[in-house]
Structure formats: structure tokens, C-alpha cells
């Protein structure tokens, strides 16, 4: 079968592999539909984050084609489901605390995110599910195949909301209107924000903030002074919770130009660069700065049924294409700073 495969920064190709072998302890999926995830993107723009010799994709849905005989519960053949790819290993200090984000395999042994064959990711025909007891839900029957590969987006959106110290009628601001920023206004409206500011330079990304619930959209582009436009909204006092989602470190670096005294900024961006803060400003108004990354076993169960919901996820979607056109079409389209795109689905077929 077909896989894609990232063999460095700027080499994605795909590769010819053997159909998957299940254990006895394992469920084999055949994959519909799988996201482009922007970590992906950023991975195939300079391969830090994801280790060369990845085969990738993570976010994605599925039917069961096999089942091993060990494997519990009440999966059958055909089950239609989604799958949380990340690694638990249910010994380490993240999982005996409940925080299955930062187990300390979670991406070292991922589906799609290690390298390796043996974590073969989703931009595949068929994919190998160890422990499926912890990484597979059933999906349910009104959530289309579609729907179903933005379940680990939607978790990762609902993630930094959650854990952050965000409460109804707060404030808020998310800079990168991306498809987790766009996730998080749609969560934080869901939730009773009092004032949700974003910020993007897309224009289909402008549009869609609005339409997931943001107050006001800034392109900081045409903006001289954003800070003081913030402040007027804000009555002054800035805003309770900052979510960084831009991939920028010259935004996170002005971040915090828009916090309130002791407001609190969400880093969810993944930024590889060393950025300068003054510590003094951020004791003497008692700022927070929390990183977060993935989400909690119990978010992707919560994101399925936000999604039964209808929150507008769907409106993501703005292209499906097939695997053998994923560069052409997915990651070069991605990496052109003008393009028009929000989430693109690849199918296998």
C-alpha cells in the first residue's frame, strides 16, 4: 500500500510499505478520510518537530477491518470510529497524574507522530492500533467520515480552553485563526466568553472566525497599533486570557501587550525559535504563561459529542484530495504564504 513519508525538511514522498500486521492485542483500521494537521506542515517546512523517517498522519477515521483476539470490549468488523493517536503508557508521571498529553511516549510512540514504520501514521490505506481500548471511539452515526478526522482537532482545541484560566464572561483573545484557533473561538463561545478577539492575516480564516463566534477580527497587518485597539475594547484593562496559536515568534514575543494585570497566555503554537521576554514585566503584573500540548484522554470523548452539537467544524473543511496528490496539492499548497486553505482531508483511495 501507499504511505506518505517525511524523509527531511521538504522531502515528504510516498512510499510503497506492506499492509500492517496486527498483534492479538491490536485493531486494524481501513482509513477514509485524514487531516493535514499544522503540525505536519511545520514539520515538512523544517523536520524538528516530527522526526525524519515519519510516516505521518494523525488525524483521521476509519472503519475496523480486523481485530485481534485479545482486544476487549464491543468492537466488531465494520465499527465506524476515530482514534486518538497519541501514546499512553499508563506508568509515567503524566499518566498516573492524568495528564495523558505529556506521557512520556505520547508522541515517542504515536501513530503518525514517531519515526519508524512500526508507528505508521494515517496517511495510509489501512493503520495499526496498539492499545485500542485507550485510542478508539465509536463514531456516532449522525458525525459523518469527514467529521470524524477534525475529533482530534476538535480536542486539541478544546484542551487549552480547558485547562486554561479562562471562566464565563472573561475575555479573550487568540491570536492564528488557524484550524485550532479556530477550534478554541468556537469553544470559548460555546462557553460563555465575554469578548472574544482574534487575529489572522487569511481572508477564509478571517471569515470563519466570525462565523465561529469571534467578536472582532484583526488582520495585524493593517493594524499600527493593535495594543491600543485592544485596550479601547477592553475598557482599558486588556484582556484575562491570551491563546497563542500563531506559529510566530514575533508574536508570542507581543503577547503579552495585550494582558491585563494578571492575565495568563496560553502558548499552543509550535515555535522553535528562542524568544526575549523582560522577566520584570511579568512579576510585576503577576502575568502566567502556561505551554499545553494535545490533550487529555477525556477531550476526545468531549470533542465527539461537541461535534453532535454541530459546532461548526465542518465549515473547515475546504478541500479533500487524494494521497498521491498530498504534496502537490496538500503541503505545497500549505506552504505558500497567499494560499486560501484551512483544513485539507486526504483519502486513500
Not at 463561545?189 to 462565523?211: D, F, P, Q, W, Y
Not at 488582520?219 to 475598557?235: G, H, I, M, W, Y
Amino acid at each position: 500500500m501507499k504511505a506518505a513519508l517525511l524523509k527531511g525538511s521538504n522531502q515528504v514522498i510516498i512510499d510503497d510499505i506492506p499492509v500492517p500486521k496486527i498483534s492479538d492485542d491490536e485493531v486494524l483500521l481501513e482509513i477514509k478520510y485524514c487531516g493535514i494537521c499544522g503540525s505536519d506542515v511545520c514539520s515538512v517546512r523544517d523536520a524538528t518537530l516530527l522526526p525524519p523517517g515519519t510516516y505521518m498522519g494523525h488525524e483521521f477515521s476509519g472503519v475496523i477491518a480486523e481485530i485481534g483476539k485479545n482486544v476487549g470490549g464491543t468492537w466488531k468488523v465494520g465499527d465506524r470510529v476515530t482514534c486518538n493517536p497519541l501514546y499512553m503508557c499508563g506508568e509515567c508521571w503524566g499518566c498516573k497524574h492524568g495528564r495523558y498529553s505529556i506521557c512520556q511516549y505520547a508522541a515517542a510512540k504515536g501513530i503518525g507522530t514517531a519515526s519508524g514504520i512500526e508507528y505508521q501514521g494515517a496517511f495510509a490505506k489501512y493503520v495499526r492500533v496498539p492499545i485500542p481500548g485507550k485510542r478508539l471511539h465509536h463514531l456516532p452515526d449522525e458525525l459523518s467520515f469527514e467529521e470524524g478526522a477534525l475529533v482530534e482537532a476538535c480536542a486539541t482545541s478544546l484542551h487549552p480552553v480547558r485547562v486554561s484560566a479562562f471562566r464565563p464572561r472573561d475575555s479573550a483573545m487568540v491570536l492564528g485563526a488557524g484550524p485550532i484557533g479556530l477550534g478554541v473561538i468556537a469553544h470559548l463561545k460555546s462557553a460563555g466568553a465575554g469578548l472574544i478577539i482574534a487575529t489572522e492575516v487569511n481572508g477564509k480564516r478571517i471569515e470563519l472566525a466570525e462565523k465561529f463566534g469571534a467578536d472582532y477580527v484583526f488582520n495585524p497587518q493593517e493594524f499600527s497599533d493593535l495594543k491600543a485597539k485592544v485596550l479601547e475594547l477592553t475598557n482599558g484593562e486588556g484582556i484575562d486570557v491570551v491563546f497563542m496559536h500563531a506559529p510566530v515568534s514575533t508574536v508570542f514575543e507581543h503577547a503579552s501587550d495585550f494582558l491585563r494585570i494578571g492575565g495568563q497566555i496560553i502558548l499552543h503554537g509550535i515555535i522553535t525559535e528562542k524568544v526575549p521576554i523582560l522577566p520584570i514585566d511579568w512579576a510585576m503584573n503577576e502575568w502566567q504563561l502556561q505551554g499545553l500540548m494535545g490533550y487529555y484522554a477525556d477531550e476526545f470523548p468531549m470533542a465527539i459529542e461537541y461535534l453532535r452539537k454541530k459546532l461548526p467544524y465542518k465549515e473547515m473543511i475546504t478541500s479533500k484530495i487524494k494521497l498521491g496528490d498530498i504534496v502537490n496539492e496538500g503541503f505545497d499548497r500549505l506552504l505558500t504564504p497567499d494560499h486560501s486553505e484551512v483544513k485539507i482531508l486526504v483519502s486513500p483511495e
